[in-house]
């Protein structure tokens, strides 16, 4: 399933607005797929209610640990919403629910909010900043096994996205997993197709 925020005052449905007509593009090309809904960002909690809903799916009002992992959920949200991303990742992580991939584009907090902290439930994830001169910037992480490394590695290098890191953080996980921490500034185009690449190295189970 896929979960979107909107910014400022902007409603759900309000087609001017590029998140808006993401989800309606997403519908249109997969409609037997995936699930997608928008929510203003003053809507987390109805958000979250949502998900529990649509991953309950035996009905009977609680989730079982295989409810729980069979999720596939995308975050993704635009100014105040790009915070409500990380806050519903937050109370996902406190449900014990994974998440896939949350991506926030020109994230704007609210008093008391931090967005700067992914949660650990969250696979991957990718920010994305307004830049000069019409460019974007964009920094994120990616969880990889060793298989994946390098393939990744040169995707992203081959769109001017520089790796900033790659580490362990545990000892004896089966398969190995490493965090790949990365930065670039570009054109949208040229920065999109970047991430694109280098997703498409990675398998998302």
């Not at 007509?21 to 997403?26: F, I």
């Not at 520089?162 to 000892?171: A, C, E, P, R």
């Amino acid at each position: 399933m896929v979960i979107g925020f909107v910014g400022g005052f902007v409603r759900h449905d309000n087609m001017v607005h590029s998140g808006v007509q993401l989800a309606q593009h997403l519908r249109r090309d997969y409609p037997s797929d995936i699930c997608v809904e928008v929510f203003e960002n003053r809507r987390r909690e109805r958000a979250h209610q949502e998900i529990l809903r649509l991953l309950d799916t035996n009905r009977d009002g609680r989730l079982s640990v295989e409810e729980k992992h069979s999720a596939r959920i995308i975050l993704y949200g635009m100014s105040w919403g790009g915070a409500e991303t990380v806050m519903l990742a937050q109370e996902l992580e406190k449900d014990g629910i994974p998440v896939l991939l949350t991506v926030q584009v020109d994230s704007i907090s609210k008093i008391r909010q931090n967005d700067a902290v992914i949660p650990s439930n969250v696979a991957e994830a990718i920010n994305f900043q307004e830049a000069e001169q019409g460019n974007v910037a964009t920094t994120g992480d990616f969880v990889l096994t060793g298989q994946e490394v390098n393939s990744v590695i040169s995707a992203l290098e081959e769109h001017n996205i520089q790796v900033t890191g790659l580490h362990n953080h545990m000892l004896s996980e089966q398969p190995r997993l490493f965090f790949m921490h990365f930065w670039g500034v570009g054109t949208p185009a040229n920065v999109s197709a970047g991430i694109k690449a280098a997703l498409s190295k990675i398998a998302v189970k």
